[in-house]
Nanobody
Framework: QVQVVESGGGLVQAGGSLRLSCAAS????????FGWYRQAPGNERELVAN???????KYADSVKGRFTISRDNAENTVYLQMNSLKPEDTAVYYC?????????????WGQGTQVTVSS
């Protein structure tokens, strides 16, 4: 079992920055991938970025060059640095941790944190 808790959301003007944090607890040694997802009203949840245990990050095209994902394996924490924010980045952001048990992966989600970007 893994518990995941996000923090760092808020209200920011367009062009500003926010840093999201996600702390995992529990069976953290078996976490393979951390990911950040977001869901805006009326939209499906979408992947923003994810990062492997080896530090390889992948990004949605809409955030490339603006967002940076990083992780601290010793602290079981993942971060999302968001720069040059746009109103279309407004959404609830969710942290995801994939726990590997043998060849099977299990998803654990945080409760979400609201990011609102004003124009």
């Amino acid at each position: 079992q893994v518990q995941v808790v996000e923090s760092g959301g808020g209200l920011v003007q367009a062009g500003g920055s926010l840093r999201l944090s996600c702390a995992a607890s529990g069976s953290t040694t078996s976490i393979d991938t951390f990911g950040w997802y977001r869901q805006a009203p009326g939209n499906e949840r979408e992947l923003v970025a994810n990062i492997s245990r080896f530090g390889n990050g992948k990004y949605a095209d809409s955030v490339k060059g603006r967002f940076t994902i990083s992780r601290d394996n010793a602290e079981n924490t993942v971060y999302l640095q968001m720069n040059s924010l746009k109103p279309e980045d407004t959404a609830v952001y969710y942290c995801n941790a994939v726990l590997m048990v043998g060849i099977y992966g299990f998803d654990y989600w945080g409760q979400g944190t609201q990011v609102t970007v004003s124009s």
